[in-house]
T-cell receptor, first 114, second 116 residues
């Protein structure tokens, strides 16, 4: 079975500082990994994905994530946070084997303080 | 341009009164999903259609049903809504469930359901 863990319910960071939102995963095979962002009363918006290739993936709005197979992690990062980055962030995984839908983590609320 | 459209955005129903939520897509994707999301929680997959093939999650209550009359439309029917069914319902699509990365999901804005 596949699963995702986001160990932090809430992350607070000052505007202009770097931010990290953590994600670890568990799959039986190789993973496809995704990050989505959700603003209040909105659907989820795709940020970035890791399928294969370079471990460092760059996505929308200046976000990036690093795939670390040995640590089974896919942490989301941004060098300089903006107040407008404040939102709910979801990590998701699916196994490369089989036709299974995404499994989402419980989400991490990011608050960027001016 | 909207690609995954959900109507209505807000729905109020009474306890036990059937309600239908609508989703349409302009992407011509094969797969359509329905998720239930309660406040600040992860979206919980209820079921998905791959083309006309219906796939129900094991823990989805019988109270929830779905219809997909054609590629573009998918409906979520809640036969007898309870107070615990109040949530945001998200529709999503993907081109397929394959291994080429085309399983990226596109989400609609959601329908917030209130049960009185």
């Amino acid at each position: 079975a596949q699963s995702v863990a986001q160990p932090e319910d809430q992350v607070n960071v000052a505007e202009g500082n770097p931010l990290t939102v953590k994600c670890t995963y568990s799959v039986s095979g190789n993973p496809y990994l995704f990050w989505y962002v959700q603003y209040p009363n909105r659907g989820l918006q795709f940020l970035l994905k890791y399928i294969t290739g370079d471990n460092l993936v760059k996505g929308s709005y200046g976000f990036e994530a690093e795939f670390n197979k040995s640590q089974t992690s896919f942490h989301l990062k941004k060098p300089s946070a903006l107040v407008s980055d404040s939102a709910l962030y979801f990590c998701a995984v699916r196994d490369i084997k089989g036709n299974t839908p995404l499994v989402f983590g419980k989400g991490t609320r990011l608050s960027v303080i001016a | 341009d909207a690609m995954v459209i959900q109507n209505p955005r807000y729905q109020v129903t009474q306890f036990g009164k059937p309600v239908t939520l609508s989703c349409s897509q302009t992407l011509n994707h094969n797969v359509m999903y329905w998720y239930q999301q309660k406040s600040s929680q992860a979206p919980k997959l209820l079921f998905h259609y791959y083309d006309k093939d219906f796939n129900n999650e094991a823990d989805t209550p019988d109270n929830f049903q779905s219809r997909r009359p054609n590629t573009s439309f998918c409906f979520l029917d809640i036969r007898s809504p309870g107070l615990g069914d109040a949530a945001m319902y998200l529709c999503a699509t993907s081109r397929d469930l394959g291994t080429s990365g085309t399983s990226r999901q596109f989400f609609g804005p959601g329908t917030r359901l209130t049960v009185l």
